[in-house]
């Protein structure tokens, strides 16, 4: 059995600081393939996602690392020590960029020609994983996995003419690995839900030795809110483990987590309970805000403890019964979030757009690829958004949190059962709430008429304060800062939305890296 990595160091832009060895203001190109050695190396993360998803990717990433740090990658295989994982487009989703995923998969064979040639014969594949984004269906999973063993594979049967009985392996030679195992990554309510019958149907055709599956954590939580979002990863995990004993077939579940509680929350101080709360996952994502935002030392212990400690442990199971009920709850906090988000969009939109980009990334709208929607809403992606609701102020988190006073003591019992560091997570952003931004936006004439009327904004915020005010209420949490650091942060936010009123774009830039460097995450 090959090693089943913890940690994935991945390419995610939610960093407010930037590595010294960085020669600009975003990661882009060589420093890219600097970062895998230093995540590799200094860090000691097991796994490198490679992305070929939504961004300009060098496909020559092995052989640059073979030759700037040779003596490193003898002693640590690349497939058999650390791995490079690509991910790549999803073509039912991706409109011009669905060809890309042909260039990936083209480039596997020559990853290996360059493994063969620096370690010898007998190498281990050093790539030979992929990970499809926005899985909906078996099927997808199917497409990519016999597109490569059919096409790229396949074409070294292949003769040139009738003058010559040469094949392509003859001219080329072998093309390995001759398969490639396919990661689903799981986003969507639905298929969240329904994540049995994915795994079970294509197991069922393409029978793997064992499973990786990918559970998102961001966007689900930008679609649907915090506790929904943390949920439906239960109900995932629970149906993994399900399937995994009914088809006999090991799984190993991946989740991506960021810094913020709103994308996994996944820090230096709060190790232990991450652990606890997502029992049964295997692998973790360590994004690039915990590689660069913390001190390196206790980035350095984080995954240490990761790679210690999340060995093969079983998920949570949760019955037919919990789970129906867990739906409806779900479902009330979705529509208590959406309906917020939906009336804050277009401040939302218009703000995100002075949020620094940390990675050559292409737009995800238009033509270069897809937006997120919540509800009929199009917004920025997960970390520019959370990004955004930071610095106005109001974290997302506690966006329709304020459902918790319309549960039952029955759908109590089970968001304590089953996301049990609720409290935890909520209390971390509420010390980031600004009041005095929600107060001004209400009543401070120039910020009511430049602001607040400018982006119709009048019903909300009476909502949110509302919504806010019975969070409190029902739970005992203090919204607001408590310690020096929370009031600096609170003082940013506060200029951030006076440069709004003002008009002053640099200004409002300048404050929204300071006040994201004192929450140690960009969003």
Known sequence: ??????????????????????????????????????????????????????????????????????????????????????????????????????????????CYDVAESFYGKEVCPPIFEVILPLTTSHLELLRVESYYREIIVGKEK???????????????????????????????????LHIDQILSEYIKISKPAYLRVFLARSDPALNYGLIPAVLLVKIALSKIRRTSEICETDMFPIIGTGSLPFRGHLTPNNISNFVEEYVGVRTVTVQSALKYDFNEHGTKETVTALNKDLKKSCARTITEEEERVIKELIDIFRRNYQRVVEELAPIINYVSGFVPSRRARKLHIGLFGYSRRVGRTQLPRAIRFTATMYSLGIPPELIGAGALAKLSENQWKLVEKYYIHWKTDLGFASEFLCWQNLNY????????????????????????????????????????????????????????????????????????????KIRCSLG
């Open 1 to 110: 059995m090959r090693k089943i990595p913890s940690t994935m160091s991945t390419q995610h832009p939610d960093n407010a600081t930037l590595p010294s060895w960085i020669r600009g203001e975003i990661i882009a190109g060589e420093d890219e393939v600097q970062e895998v050695y230093f995540a590799f190396k200094e860090l000691k993360c097991e796994e490198q996602m490679w992305d070929w998803e939504g961004k300009d990717v060098d496909p020559n990433v092995l052989r640059k690392l073979f030759v700037n740090h040779p003596n490193f990658f003898r002693e640590h295989v690349l497939g058999k020590d650390f791995f490079i994982t690509y991910r790549v487009p999803n073509p039912s989703v991706e409109a011009a960029e669905k060809k890309v995923l042909i260039e990936a998969l083209e480039s596997i064979p020559r």
């Open 158 to 192: 292949m003769r040139f003419s009738n003058v010559e009985e040469v094949s392509v392996h003859d001219w080329m030679g072998s093309f390995q690995p001759k398969k490639v195992e396919i990661i689903p990554l799981i986003e969507d309510w639905n298929s969240l």
């Open 441 to 516: 936006l209400m009543g401070e004439k120039e910020i009511v008429e430049n602001v607040t009327e400018k982006f119709k904004l009048q019903n909300v915020i009476p909502h949110i304060m509302e919504d806010l005010e019975n969070f409190e209420q029902i739970t005992s949490v203090h919204l607001g800062p408590k310690k020096l650091a929370h009031r600096k942060h609170a003082n940013m936010v506060n200029n951030i939305l006076l440069s709004l009123a003002e008009g002053n774009e640099k200004e409002m830039k300048n404050y929204i890296i300071e006040a994201a």
